[in-house]
């Protein structure tokens, strides 16, 4: 039998919920700074190991289209105008997936969901969603972002 302090195990418990507090606003600063206009879209946050080798930060992209699921990401869709956020998943590490789940303090229905359709059924959970662009409207929308962004760095140099 293994005994657990429950002061060790509020103390981890707190940590989760700060955690997922932060998420939550990554998640509202991407929607509030409208990246593609009032137009929803994703937001894809997947860890990534720092240049140390030692320390994980998690990257927020916001994206039109969903990526591929992979292991150790999420995947949320946002509403600009809005605080609405939608998850679509979120797959931990496989190594974490028994902490996931059911009567596990760490147990989330959203992650064992998501661990689920990620191994039986990826290829709905990776399908698009009504609404969102195609490939080719996306692609414009790319363009014209990267085509802003060289006009304004071009009028900076002028200024400068």
Known sequence: MLKINPLDAHDRLLHLKKHDHSIGECCQNLIDREPFGKRPFYIFAHGRLD???INTRVIWQPRLSKPKAQTNSMLFKGYPGSDRVDVIWIIPKRELWPQSKKDKMTSSEIVTNSIHAFLHNRK??????????????????????????KRKKMMQKLYD
């Not at 990776?126 to 972002?145: F, K």
């Open 124 to 149: 709905k959970l990776e399908e698009p969603e009504e609404g969102d662009v195609t490939e080719e409207e996306g692609n414009a929308i790319y363009m014209q972002i990267m085509l802003e962004a």
């Open 51 to 53: 240049d140390d080798g």
